[in-house]
């Protein structure tokens, strides 16, 4: 079973523009993570938020995490064409529970 | 630095074969874990190794079966191929089961 979901299932945006994905989980986390994914190819790590911090920033990337509604953000800010690929969140389960698990993911496509 | 490493790229069986896909991990990582994303779906967690042991696996059937060397490199098995089988394999690698999970490039399983 898939314990992120991410909302919306597909973004289209022009260059410039800013994105924002959002996630939502059911169980406890230790931390969540983003990853991008092109074309069906390996998974680039992005950003990872424990649950303890409440936003992080990452150059054009800004994470917040709310435990109390079990949701994550991701905004890509003055998106580029480059920037067009599939989001997945990732959380962990808590505890000892080591494996990742990723929602469907979000496909932004940014239009030049 | 090199990051992780799988091979091979692309693998074309019939149902019934065996196969078996590699994984080396970033240097100076230990844990090895692998996925597998159907199309237009996100990673599902198979199994994660550490000190060469089977530490935590998801919801998998035995066809499914690993091995960990002692340099920290894996092997994913998988027995009795299945049409459903067919997927991109991913193997991450980390220092610190919390923390970030490193991607490779994937493998594309075809079973025909």
């Known amino acids: 079973s898939q314990q992120g979901e991410e909302d919306p299932q597909a973004l289209s945006i022009q260059e410039g523009e800013n994105a924002t994905m959002n996630c939502s989980y059911k169980?406890?986390?230790?931390?969540l993570q983003w990853y991008r994914q092109n074309s069906g190819r390996g998974l680039v790590h992005l950003i990872l938020i424990r649950s303890n911090e409440r936003e992080k920033h990452s150059g054009r990337l800004r994470v917040t995490l709310d435990t109390s509604k079990k949701s994550s953000s991701l905004l890509i800010t003055a998106s580029r064409a480059a920037d067009t690929a599939s989001y997945f969140c990732?959380?962990?389960?808590?505890?000892?529970?080591?494996?990742?698990?990723f929602g469907k993911g979000t496909l932004l496509t940014v239009n030049p | 630095d090199a990051g992780v490493t799988q091979s091979p790229t692309h693998l074309i069986k019939t149902r019934g074969q065996q196969v078996t896909l590699r994984c080396s991990p970033k240097s100076g990582h230990d844990t090895v874990s692998w996925y597998q994303q159907a199309l237009g779906q996100g990673p599902q967690f198979i199994f994660q190794y550490y000190e060469e042991e089977e530490r935590q696996r998801g919801n998998f059937p035995d066809r499914f079966s690993g091995h960990q060397f002692p340099n920290y490199s894996s092997e994913l098995n998988v027995n009795a191929l299945l049409l459903g089988d067919s997927a991109l394999y991913l193997c991450a690698s980390s220092s610190d089961t919390k923390e970030t999970q490193y991607f490779g490039p994937g493998t594309r399983l075809l079973v025909l």
């Open positions: 990732a959380t962990d389960g808590g505890g000892s529970n080591y494996k990742l698990t």
């Open positions: 169980t406890s986390i230790n931390n």
